[in-house]
């Protein structure tokens, strides 16, 4: 379902190609239902077969935050097209405890709970654009985005 | 046509927003070119051969396509939205750019379409300036949106086949060798920007599985210089290898490049190299060549 | 879901089928160590084939078991890793040292005759652990 792009202002002619697909986040099956719907959009949107292996893990690890720290929240997964590139955007948004010092969680080998602590900078590492803000008590919402250049 | 200097991108009136003169002279104008389809179209096919375009096509070509065009210019100016023509337009570009069509060409037919219509309103209408003035008003910013919208789907159209193009040649250009039975060589000459390297993992990668390769040898004695970019990911390529259980020599190791690796924090000690290829190829065969090998001297330690 | 683990001889050969939660990730684990002291196994195997993305829970438990494993004398070797999730593994940083790996069954297969010949030509005493 397109809005025509008739709508949109007119710079950018950023229009969604496909509704948002939001995942509630829960339990530890939902990890594995996040990272395949996750793979499923990428493929839907044209991307090779190494880049949606890519945003999978991307997902996974995120998603997987959501339920260690959080315990629960939610994945919102959207195709969008922006001139001759196309993008998958992930948002992950929970009201958890929030991430007190955002930098240092980006650093790899950080972790308060006894992990790794690779999720947030390995994510990152993956995806093109990558964005958290976060609140202490109030919640975290991560946003990233991967993009390819649309070919037949 | 009178032009305002307006910019070519204004935005189309949202339609439920318009006011009902607008709506109507549109209607009006929209009627007017449907009515008069065939002699416009006529007019305009003429106009492209004298102004010598499209002389990659024949004429009944030209005719057939301009009937199209002429059609989703229509559509494009009663619906205002202008998706179909997108659609279009890059559809038309992919038909006509393997004929040699340029982009000149394609900007010059629609831009002569404009103008046709133009002039067929100022013949209609040319006795009520006031109306006239009006039907402009409406007609303007739409017919410039497509002159728009046409063009860049063309120009888009063309970038998109000079990648694919670039990207079949550098599929040729970068072969894995399979040399001996479960060795693989991977020469890599010249520039390497990011998307190559990429390029070139994956299809190592590929290549580890589909020859059950044991050692690869990769071989950079051609390559002048790596930023630390790519010369992690070399550093990731020779990892993601050895996650499929394959072996990797790098030979042809410059001193720059050795600094640039040792400068991200490799530890070259942990990664196998030899000077030059035949060395490389070598110490691959007296790998494979034992039955018992002792791992220590080849995976990195726990 | 749970996972299928064969005994091959001295060896455990638990083959993924499919995506796994991270609760059966554990309870792979688990079960994998409980087998390797039951049976002394001295090779395991894991073929993770099917699995089309491995991320940092997975192979953080990959490394417990390999790391479980040869505590009670038992040598681990990874098996089946598909191109592109070797791939999007070490651009997320994870490298699986320290484990072994090998491309598929019968790699792994030969690779853990290779290392039970090799603990048997040191030496005696160094075979079984109690």
Partial sequence: MSRPSSESTVDRDVSTVADELLIPITADVDVVTARQRGRDLAAEAGFSSGDQTVIAAAISEIARNILMYAKRGEIALSVVANGDRQGVIVVARDQGPGIRDVPRAMQDGYSTSGGLGLGLPGARRLMDDFDVVSDAGKGTTVTMKKWRRMNA | MATKGKDVQSPLPDPQAQTESTAALLRELVAHLRQNRTQLREEWARRITRAQLLTAMTEEEIFAEATSVYDNYVEALETGTFEALQAYARNLSERIIPRGVETHEVVGIVLLLRDVLARSLFGKYHEDFDKLNRILDAYEPAANRIANTVAVGFVQERERIIRQQQEAIRELSTPVLQVRERLLILPIIGVIDPQRARQLTEQLLRAIRTNRAKVVVIDITGVAAMDSNVANHLVQTVEASRLLGATVIVTGLSPEIAQTLVTIGVDLSEMATVGDLQGGIEEAERLLGYKVVPLEELTPKA | ?130
């Fill in chain 3, 1 to 130: 879901m749970e996972v299928p683990i064969l005994k091959q001889g001295h060896y455990l050969i638990a083959s993924i089928q499919s995506a796994l939660t991270d609760a059966d990730l554990s309870q792979l684990r688990e079960a994998l160590i409980e087998r390797v002291g039951r049976f002394r196994a001295r090779g395991v195997i894991v073929d993770v084939t099917a699995l089309d993305v491995m991320d940092s829970f997975a192979v953080r438990t990959l490394r417990d078991i390999a790391h479980m494993a040869r505590l009670r004398g038992a040598e681990t070797v990874i098996v089946g890793i598909q191109p592109e999730v070797a791939f999007a593994m070490v651009q997320l940083g994870l490298t699986l040292k320290g484990v072994s790996t090998a491309l598929d069954l019968e790699e792994g297969l030969a690779f853990l005759n290779v290392q039970t010949q090799l603990r048997i030509d040191r030496g005696p005493g160094r075979l079984d652990r109690g």
